[in-house]
Nanobody, 126 residues
Framework: EVQFVESGGDLVQAGESLRLSCAAS????????IGWFRQAPGKERAWVACISASDSSAYYQDSVKGRFSISRDSAKSTVYLEMKSLTPEDTVVYYC???????????????????WGKGTQVTVSS
C-alpha cells in the first residue's frame, strides 16, 4: 500500500521558517515527480511546488517563489518543503502527492496527482 505522510507543521510567528517533510512508503519515490499543495478551509486545494523525478527540477507558485524551496532525499524516501519568511497568509494545511502523468512536473492540477497524505497544519501568527 502506498502511503504519504506529511509532518513538520507547527505554530510559528510571522517571519519565521519551517521545514515540512513528506515521507513515502510502498513506492519508489525517486521514480515520481512530487508536488506540495495547500488548502485553506472552504477553498480548493492549491498547488504550491513540485520537484521532478528526472532531474529534480523545481517549480513554484508565484506567491512562494524566493521563500519556499522543495528538495528530495531519495535515500530517505522523503521530499521536503523549506518555507522561509512565513506570513499569516501561509496558514493552511499542506499536502504532498505524487504526479502520475510524467517524470517531470507538467501540471498543477490536483486530479493528476495521487497518494495524498492527511496533511500537516501550518499556522503563522502575526
Amino acid at each position: 500500500e502506498v502511503q504519504f505522510v506529511e509532518s513538520g507543521g507547527d505554530l510559528v510567528q510571522a517571519g519565521e521558517s519551517l521545514r515540512l517533510s513528506c515521507a513515502a512508503s510502498g513506492i519508489t519515490l525517486r521514480d515520481y515527480a512530487i508536488g506540495w499543495f495547500r488548502q485553506a478551509p472552504g477553498k480548493e486545494r492549491a498547488w504550491v511546488a513540485c520537484i521532478s523525478a528526472s532531474d529534480s527540477s523545481a517549480y513554484y507558485q508565484d506567491s512562494v517563489k524566493g521563500r519556499f524551496s522543495i528538495s528530495r532525499d531519495s535515500a530517505k524516501s522523503t521530499v521536503y518543503l523549506e518555507m522561509k519568511s512565513l506570513t499569516p497568509e501561509d496558514t493552511v494545511v499542506y499536502y504532498c502527492a505524487a504526479y502520475l502523468m510524467s517524470l517531470r512536473c507538467m501540471s498543477s492540477r490536483g486530479h493528476e496527482y495521487a497518494y495524498w497524505g492527511k496533511g500537516t497544519q501550518v499556522t503563522v501568527s502575526s
